[in-house]
Structures are given as C-alpha cells and as structure tokens.
C-alpha cells in the first residue's frame, strides 16, 4: 500500500474515533466521567441498522442512530445528574446495557444472534471505487469537522465558556447565574449524539450492524481523549494516531509477517502505552466526576 493510500484510510477508519472523542470531550469539559462512550455508539451503530432498514434510506440511519443515543445519554443523564450515582459505575452500567439491549432487539426484529440484513449505506454502485469512495459518505465530513468546531464553540463561545466554568468549578459557576445542571445535561447530550453518530458510521459504511460491532472502539476514543489533555486538537492528533495503528494492523495481517494475534494486540498496546506516558501529567476538568 502507497503512502497515499495507508494516509486515506488512515482518515477513513479515524472517523468513529473522531466522533466520540467529540463526544468525551464535551461530556468530560462539563464535568460528566465519559465512561458510556462505548454503549452510546454501540446504540447509535444499532439505531442507524434499524433506521436504515425500515426507512430506507442511509439518513434514515441517521435520524434512527441519534434517537438510540439520545435514550440511553438520558438514562446516564438521570442516574448522574438526578439521582446522583457515581459516575464510573452508570458508565460501566450503560456499556453493559447497551451490548444486551442491542443483542436482544437484534433477535427480535432481524432473528438473528450476530447481524441484521443487509441497510442501505452510503457508497455503493454508482459511486466509484477505491478508498476516495468513502467520502461521499457525510459522515465522514462530519467526523473530520467535529473536533475543529468543538474546539470554536469551546474557545470562542459564551455558552463554551460556561461549558468550561463548570467543569473546572461549578460552585463559581452557578454564584454567576449559569445554571450547571442544565448545562451539563446540554453538553451531556450533545456527547451521545456524537457518539451514536460514531456508531452509525460504522453501521452505514458496512452496510449492516453486527453484534458488538463497536469492538472497544468507545474506550479508545476516552483514551484519545485522556492522551488529547481534554484539547480538541490534541485529541483529534491521538485519533489520527490510533487509527493509523489500526490502519497498520489491517495491512500486517494481510502479508502474515506476524502471527495474527500479536498484530490484533496493536491498537490495544499502543493505546496503554501512550496513557501510561501521560495520564501522570495530565490535568483533567477540575470538577471531573463531581456533582454537587
């Protein structure tokens, strides 16, 4: 493969990263641990499957990928913001949710244990071959502006300032008449949403949902984000990076130099590796996990 072409594919398999890593650095900047990150795409992954299917069209998909994920960002939302439950427990709770819900609604509306039938997607006849192929694809577009306008709406926003107030003290934020809870629920689902689209991508560009189809995919976008120091920038470097890692991988396993089960570990090894190189220095949002 040309340089060229491992860069674009690079790009290509970077967007369900970028999506989410959106998603986590808006939910971590105020205040909310983005622990669900996974189950939000798995739904979203769903959603677009089931949209696709019975409305078909691929926007469709999209429209039904935003519903998934904005159900089960509310169910976060009540069990952290309304009940107060500790936030790393309702992630690990949402992730395992979302992988059951998913797999039974699976067998009931396709009857089938590992994937639904074939959606429409974007791409397809008519459209070209090669990797160019995939950017016809919106989402794509999407995915590669979504940290950029993260970054603006954070910086050069009044509504990202307060987003950035209360992740850092909400105390001090509320005492100048932002009203946190509000907030958090606002940027809380604005994180599903990108999410669910992270997972949409990966159902519409395969062209039909798979059980489990995010494969770690959300824990690696937090870790992009952790890596990223919660900078739009930065993050959108580590998913570009990461992707690149898998991009690798691909290509390993298809001139077998390695056993097959060295070259699956790579994403995985890369991403513990650069985590344990800076989450001692890193500063998370101050109020990070805390709610008042």
């Known amino acids: 493969m040309n340089a060229l072409a491992f860069l674009l594919q690079t790009v290509r398999i970077s967007i369900p990263y970028l999506l989410a890593a959106a998603g986590g650095v808006m939910s971590e900047r105020v ?3 983005a622990l669900g990150l996974e189950g939000m795409m798995l739904s979203g992954a769903f959603g677009a499957a089931l949209g696709s299917y019975y409305g078909g069209s691929p926007y469709m ?31 690990v709770a949402i992730n395992l949710l979302a992988v059951g819900v998913t797999r039974f609604f699976l067998r009931l509306t396709f009857d089938s244990a590992s994937n639904s039938p074939r959606v429409p997607g974007f791409g ?3 459209v070209g071959a090669g990797v160019f192929a995939a950017f016809v694809n919106p989402l794509v577009w999407i995915g ?4 950029p306008a993260l970054g603006w709406l954070l910086y050069k926003t ?3 300032l307060r987003v950035r107030a209360v992740g850092e003290k909400p105390e001090a934020a509320a ?21 669910a689209l992270g997972g949409a991508y990966l159902a519409l560009d395969q062209h039909q949902f798979t059980d489990g189809m995010t494969a770690g995919r959300g824990f690696i976008a937090l870790a992009a984000v ?8 930065r993050v959108a470097v580590a998913c570009l990076l990461f992707a690149a890692a898998e991009t690798l991988q691909i290509q390993l396993q298809g001139s077998q130099i390695l056993p097959s089960q060295f070259v699956e570990m790579i994403p995985y090894v890369l991403t513990i590796v650069a985590l344990a190189g800076v989450v001692g220095r890193s500063v998370a949002p101050a109020a990070l996990g805390k709610i008042e």
């Open 158 to 160: 009044p509504f990202g």
């Open 61 to 91: 998909g999209i429209l039904g990928a935003l519903v998934a994920g904005l159900v089960i960002t509310s169910i976060l939302a009540v069990s952290t913001l309304r009940f107060r439950a500790n936030q790393v427990v309702v992630g």
């Open 31 to 33: 205040g909310i641990i």
């Open 124 to 126: 397809g006849e008519g």
């Open 226 to 233: 952790i890596f990223g120091r919660w900078e739009p920038a």
């Open 144 to 147: 590669l502006f979504a940290l």
């Open 175 to 195: 005492t100048l008449g932002v009203s946190v809870i509000p907030l958090q629920l606002k940027g809380l689902l604005v994180a599903g949403s990108l999410a």
